[in-house]
């Protein structure tokens, strides 16, 4: 067996995000369990440099998790031929031309999503890629939580019959910051910084429904900003210009079609932060990050409107949950470990590229149009 060793730029790792899940719970846990174990024995080792503006906090990180390397000058990471990856999980409106630069340094890309703030940019960018021919891939997480997989798994074993519409519930309250601390920082609602529920979450869904139901043909969104004012990391108020809450339609290839409520102006009473119902001829599924449930067409109740009795039929009780067949690691790992996986060769495709990343951005385009000119926008096919 042998150590195969791929350096990797990680920029951006001390915001939120980048430190949890892709620092903490992917690249530190997959180097604290060896590396990455390949088919033929060897094992792919992460050898990250953490890179950032403050040296403290970086250094900080770096001791808390076996750490070695860290740096303030992105310029001379991507000019360092010892590290052959570049990860993003920066500022969005950054993004696409940090890109620009580590394809131009011959750097492999695996970064965040969205890829850009707009569709040239993003388009751009993929173009870019394929032209050098580099591997490239963008982080399309929910693909891998354990309630989504258990759902594909239901899909694709014909229980629904044909599918007939998707219910998405997403969201939950986000602390305006008086009464008690906000849980997401203040960018996501500014303009200038690239914020915005229709930008952040259409491109999720753009990978969610393209993968498991259908691809997204056209998409009508009214967007909103409930909460106008907000409270700053500074104490101080600030003005939220961007929306907050987003009501999309979706028309699916095929005929399905698919309604996602997103709102970080929503209390939670539901069985998790997102579900999605499936309704088919012969059967439906509600998942959640977690779990997943079903009812077939005979087990389904027949009620009878009444409004002026107690509802007789408890409806939780007809649904079965899918048991869990096997074990669900972390979203964000089990994509690190696919790609570079991809990176080593052992993975002759990695799915999701930066094209995928574009059709995000698509959408969340076409979703802010649709708010704009309220009406249907179609997506045209987008060619790399």
Known sequence: MAERRIGI??????????TNQHLVRSIAAIRADGGVRLANGDRVMPDPVLVG??????????????????????????????DGLFFDAATTQLRAGLIRSAIAAGKHIYVEKPTADRLEDALDVARRAKAAGIKHGVVQDKL???????????????FLGRICSVKGEFGY???????????????????????????????????????????VEAVSCLGATH???RIGEDGRPYAADVDDAAYATFQLRGGVVAHINS?????????????????????????????CWTQSRVNTPKPVWNPDIPQPIDFFAGWQEVPATQDYPNGF???WEMFLRHLAGEVETFPWDLMAGARGVQLAEAGLRSWRERRWIDLEPLEA
Request: proline share 4%.
């Open 9 to 18: 730029i990680m920029n951006g790792v001390t915001g939120r995000m980048g």
């Open 53 to 82: 503006r403050s040296r403290e906090r970086l250094e900080a990180l770096a001791r808390a998790h076996g750490i070695a390397r860290v740096s303030t000058d992105l310029d001379a990471c991507l000019a360092d031929p010892k």
């Open 144 to 158: 891998f939580l354990p309630g989504l997989r258990k759902l594909k798994m239901v899909i694709d074993s014909g």
């Open 173 to 215: 309250w986000v602390f305006e910051g008086d009464l008690q601390p906000a849980q997401r920082p203040s960018w996501n609602y500014k303009a200038a910084e690239g914020g915005g529920i229709i930008l952040d979450m259409l491109c999720h869904w753009r990978y969610v429904l393209d993968n498991l139901f259908g691809e």
């Open 227 to 229: 909460i106008p004012q």
């Open 263 to 291: 709102s970080w102006v929503t209390r939670v009473r539901r069985d998790d932060l997102a579900t999605f119902q499936v309704d088919g001829t012969h059967g439906s599924a509600v998942a959640g990050l977690q779990r």
């Open 333 to 335: 790992r089990a994509q």
